[in-house]
């Protein structure tokens, strides 16, 4: 690029209206979440997984610092502590809202490549594509939470309970935490999938694989020390207030 041409004028010039440069940018964007999961993948390969966490963590902070200041000034927001200044200034309700937004984005993109993965390769490949994805998922959702609210590295139940209220399926779906005197279990009453193909008058989805690797992933990842066991999840029967129900036990002898 000419050091008198703008960026804009640089695209245009290649024939690009607004629109289509509208859609570069966001895929640029796409790009740059693309490149940041290779990078993690690759340091996994090289140095396992806990250690492309912990440099993941670090990269993270510093670029969420960056890019903010970087979008600030280019789309002329102020940015305060790192995070947008008008993110700030939202009320709670708003927030939960806007939480709610990115949760239900993450399940769409999920049901779209499952989706998209079962037209191209059928319904085996496409559920053993999605149990092997929940194994890492669910053990990166466990890190950034644990991470974010700065539990212990051995919490115990307590630090379980605080988790999964802070799950993005917790911002989709209708959860109950009930506790018992050496227990946590999770009821799922109102699952979005599920209760969209109930309405529609279809059978339940049978997630149970990827259910057990989901909560017993998370759970472990939350602390080394706790089991997971499957109450009912389809393909199971269940009682029509709840689709699946998970029980979480410290191993006896680990004590609290």
């Known amino acids: 690029m000419d050091s008198k041409t703008t960026a804009g004028e640089q695209f245009l010039s290649a024939g690009l209206g607004r629109e289509e440069l509208v859609r570069l940018a966001l895929d640029m964007l796409h790009q740059t979440m693309v490149h940041h ?7 996994q390969h090289q140095f396992g997984f806990e250690k492309a966490l912990a440099i993941m ?3 993270y902070e510093r670029n969420l610092t960056l890019q903010m200041h970087r979008l600030g000034k280019t789309l002329d927001f102020k940015v305060k502590g790192g995070l ?3 993110f700030l200034e939202l009320p709670p309700e708003r927030l939960g809202e806007l939480i709610r937004a990115f949760s239900l984005n993450w399940l769409a993109t999920d049901g779209l490549w499952f ?3 079962e037209a191209r390769q059928g319904m085996l490949d496409a559920k053993r594509c999605n149990d092997s994805c929940w194994v890492w998922f669910a053990q990166f959702e466990a890190w950034s939470i644990k991470r ?3 539990l212990s590295d051995k919490p115990g139940l307590d630090g379980l309970k605080q988790a999964l209220r802070l799950r993005m399926y917790a911002a989709i779906n209708r959860e109950t ?4 005197p050496d227990s946590i279990s999770l009821y799922n009453n109102d699952c979005r999938v599920q209760s969209a193909r109930k309405d529609k008058g279809m059978e339940d989805y049978p997630c149970k694989s990827a259910g057990l690797q989901e909560y017993s992933n998370f759970a472990s990842a939350i602390d080394e020390r706790i089991t997971t066991r499957c109450l009912a999840c389809p393909p199971d029967g269940h009682p029509p207030e709840w689709f699946c129900g998970w029980e979480f036990r410290l191993r006896e002898g680990t004590g609290e």
Not at 37 to 43: H, M, P, R, S, T
Not at 177 to 180: D, F, L, R, S
Request: glycine residues 8%; proline residues 4%; aromatic residues 14%.
């Open 84 to 86: 947008p200044e008008a």
């Open 177 to 180: 935490i009930v506790e018992g």
């Open 57 to 59: 963590g670090e990269v």
């Open 115 to 117: 989706q998209e993965v």
């Open 37 to 43: 999961v290779f990078w993690f993948k690759e340091a």
């Open 148 to 150: 974010r609210i700065r």
